[in-house]
């Protein structure tokens, strides 16, 4: 269930991409759609706060598959120790 989120996820995240930055519109539709996939709200802020110190643009951290994925591990791995 969580792998078909995750892709669900990505997916819609690629569609939001625009041209170079991370743009306040970005950021919030980057949340929107997390929070939409029940993500949680702590998770989706550790997720988009480590894409944006990762990745120079929105487009960046979309068509890295493989890095976007470490970054969901590493927050649900922070969640899980939290909890």
Request: proline letters at 0%.
């Amino acid at each position: 269930m969580f792998k078909k989120k995750l892709l669900l996820y990505i997916g819609g995240l690629i569609f939001l991409t625009s041209c170079g930055g991370w743009s306040d519109k970005n950021k919030t539709e980057y949340l929107k759609i997390c929070e939409k996939k029940d993500f949680s709200n702590e998770f989706c802020k550790c997720a988009l706060e480590k894409a944006t110190s990762n990745y120079n643009s929105f487009v960046d951290a979309m068509n890295d598959e493989v890095g976007s994925g470490e970054i969901f591990i590493n927050c649900i791995d922070k969640e899980e120790t939290t909890d």
